[in-house]
């Protein structure tokens, strides 16, 4: 049981919640360990969700609580994944200052990550992020990060602290970032020279219509990040009406898929969803996309489970390789279809089919390339 976090959250009311609709057996607010008076025991907890609802990061203070809208819709979806436990242990309270409220974050994420539990973060301007960084600097924990956002916030000339946070966590030293990639920028809202920096440091940005064109070519990406952070400003307007960025992006499903890929992360410990305004969704239809999100973050999870080990030698199969004059090893589990590769110095990193077939054609896939050049 963790008691000292209770200075740093505010307990739910579930029934204000809920509209005092009773939930049937087989929805998730009926069997989520709830925080309504104290924090439940988390000994068996898979997952744990906590709520943000700072936005002075981007510039306005809200006064609708944006991550019960969330809990609403996501409450009110059926619990198809009986093998993953999931508590709710309410929402951070908003401090003095901006940075207090991110403190308050990090310090609930820092005990959670010590009790080895996967975090998801809804509600909040994108910034949270930054406390949701800090939590693993402050363990001295080195990560790899993944961002899905319409835009790349490094706008350093910008006050908001929305639009510039990723500055302070890519460069601040010490930095715990060992690799860095973006999903789902739109060309038109980013700086060519912003890319042409982000290359230089070897960080991957991927374009949403390279996205959409594969999406499945993601899952490698996130499989391996510790942190994942969703900004629904990469999501359509048609498809998230709060999300008001672009007309253009990531549909819902597609939105889905990613956040079913970060479930699938073993590595993974922690998902923001964040961007999400209350008082823009009038209907409520991005708070039940953002909680379908959550759904498939859990079946992906509830999937990874199923994984072995890479060193579980009889659960994989092995292709060896000749490409470019260097001989390497594919494997590819027998229970999921993933893939992984070898580098040359015997590490194994995630990779999907298409960069066997590139090797079996003798080339240099892609993928085997970054990373040699990441470790040089």
């Known amino acids: 049981m963790i008691y000292d976090l209770h200075e740093y959250l505010s307990p739910l ?141 490094l706008r350093s000339e910008s006050t908001l602290r929305s639009e510039n946070f990723l500055m302070e966590m890519l460069t601040s030293e010490p930095n715990m ?39 499945d070519e993601m899952e490698p990406v996130i499989r391996n990040c510790d942190l994942f952070s969703f900004d ?27 956040a079913r890929f970060a479930g699938m992360s073993a590595s993974l410990s922690s998902f923001g969803v964040y961007g999400y305004d209350a008082s823009k969704d009038h209907q409520r239809l991005t708070a039940l996309q953002i909680a379908q999100m959550l759904w498939y973050f859990i079946d992906g999870r509830n999937r990874t489970r199923k994984e072995s080990l890479l060193h579980e030698d009889q659960d994989f199969n092995q292709f060896h390789t000749v490409f470019a004059e260097v001989d390497t090893v594919f494997l590819q589990s027998k229970k999921t279809g993933r893939w992984w590769m070898q580098l040359p110095d015997k590490k194994v990193i995630a990779c999907s089919y298409k960069d066997y077939l590139f090797a079996s054609n003798n080339e240099i896939p892609e993928r085997w390339l970054r990373a040699q050049e990441r470790d040089v």
């Open 13 to 153: 009311n579930v029934a204000e919640i809920s509209g005092d609709a009773a939930y049937n057996d087989s929805q998730l607010g009926s069997v989520i360990k709830i925080n309504e008076e104290e924090i439940p025991d988390l000994s068996n907890v898979d997952i744990v969700i906590v709520g943000v609802n700072e936005f002075r990061g981007n510039g306005f203070i809200s006064t609708d609580n944006s991550a019960d809208a969330i809990r609403k819709k996501f409450y009110e979806l059926h619990y198809w994944h009986k093998e993953i436990s999931i508590a709710d242990i309410g929402n951070i309270k908003s401090g003095a200052s901006l940075n207090d409220s991110y403190s308050a974050l990090t310090i609930v994420l820092k005990e959670l990550f010590q009790l080895h539990k996967a975090v998801v973060i809804i509600g909040g301007s994108h910034d949270n992020t930054l406390a949701q960084y800090a939590a693993y600097k402050e363990l001295n924990k080195i990560i790899d990060a993944t961002i899905v956002d319409a835009t790349i916030d």
């Open 177 to 215: 970032v060992r690799h860095y990639n973006h999903i789902a920028f739109q060309s038109y809202f980013v700086h060519p020279r912003m890319l042409e920096t982000m290359d230089k440091l070897r960080f991957d940005c991927f374009r949403v219509g390279t996205v959409k064109e594969d999406l």
């Open 232 to 258: 629904i400003a990469a999501i359509k307007n048609s498809d998230a009406p709060a999300a008001t960025a672009s007309p253009n992006g990531l549909s819902g499903e597609e939105a889905c898929t990613l």
